[in-house]
């Protein structure tokens, strides 16, 4: 039982830390836009994919926050 308990514990504890990540996330993009050489509909759709990863965040959808951020940095050629 305690194995249980303790494996819960665990997932829980990576799955609030992984979710604290969000935030860290868009500040790494809103540091990378200023000297991004994208063209317009990239610019736009970065822009796009860090709002909604705002958003899907603060409704505490932190995967979808999560992969919308990763695919503007994708674009943005950030890790």
Do not use: Q, Y
């Amino acid at each position: 039982m305690k194995r249980i308990a303790m494996m819960f514990a665990l997932a829980f504890a990576a799955g609030t830390a992984f979710a604290h990540s969000c935030p860290k996330e868009m500040r790494a993009i809103d540091a990378a836009l200023p000297n991004a050489k994208l063209d317009s509909s990239k610019m736009t759709e970065v822009k796009k994919l860090r709002a909604d990863g705002e958003k899907f965040h603060k409704e505490g959808k932190h995967d979808e926050s999560m992969a919308a951020l990763g695919k503007a940095k994708g674009i943005l050629g950030i890790k």
